[in-house]
């Protein structure tokens, strides 16, 4: 299984961009970065997936890098509402489903 | 709408109790996960069903029942749970099993 590295915790002022590293140095070609954010006590939220292609939604951009053992969350425009502990995954395929295998994640801590 | 919706929100039992949880979306999602996580660590995933059929069972003490009556619902049935079973349980679907997971809110269990 792919396992991802992240920082245990990030600060970001309000109104900056917050930018979030992982490593991914084991990932295989057909496996997808994925990308979800957990505010306390309520269940994770969906942010942004990819494979190798940069991606952006309303949320977040993913930037993964060519050899693609490595990818960056960008929130452009950092609030309050995004503190949170933000998880990067690497789907992994388990007989006929997929286990999203949550590792320690980064708490993100935005400041006003 | 990527609403999953989870009753109870709160659920206090004993260890002789016998209850159910239950999780629902309308989405049309053939998909539907159940992931338990523990306080101050990530979400780990117990079941996961697949057009209403068990395609994954981590390995789950069999006080927990998974039961998936139709493609819009799925329980957990509790039985004679421990104190350590204390958790917040978290469901989860996705349009198919491969496809993008969303979450529900959780219901926060604790055992007395």
């Known amino acids: 299984d792919a396992k991802t590295t992240q920082p245990p915790s990030m600060d970001c002022a309000e109104g900056r961009a917050a930018n979030l590293p992982c490593n991914h140095s084991t990932i295989s070609g057909n496996e997808y970065v994925y990308w979800y954010r957990q505010i306390h006590s309520q269940g994770p939220q969906y942010i942004i997936h990819?494979?190798?292609n940069n991606e952006t939604n309303e949320m977040a951009s993913l930037i993964i890098t060519e050899d693609r053992k490595s990818s960056t969350l960008i929130l452009p425009h950092a609030t309050l509402r995004d503190t949170a502990v933000y998880y990067c995954?690497?789907?992994?395929?388990?007989?006929?489903?997929?286990?999203?295998?949550f590792g320690k994640g980064t708490s993100l801590l935005v400041t006003p | 709408d990527t609403e999953v919706t989870q009753t109870p929100k709160h659920l206090v039992m004993g260890m002789t109790n016998k209850k159910s949880l239950k999780c629902e979306q309308h989405?049309?999602?053939?998909?539907m996960y159940w992931y338990k996580q523990k306080a101050k660590k990530p979400p780990e995933l117990m079941f996961v069903?697949?057009?209403?059929?068990?395609?994954i069972n981590e390995s789950v003490p069999s006080r927990f029942s998974p039961e998936c009556p139709n493609s819009s619902l799925l329980n957990l049935h509790l039985h004679a749970l421990q104190p350590e079973d204390s958790a917040l349980y978290l469901c989860?679907?996705?349009?198919?099993?491969?496809?993008?997971?969303?979450f529900g809110p959780g219901t926060r269990l604790l055992v007395l």
């Open positions: 069903y697949s057009y209403e059929k068990l395609s």
């Open positions: 989405m049309g999602h053939r998909a």
């Open positions: 989860a679907s996705s349009h198919l099993a491969w496809e993008t997971q969303y």
């Open positions: 990819g494979l190798k």
């Open positions: 995954i690497v789907r992994v395929v388990v007989n006929s489903g997929y286990a999203l295998n």
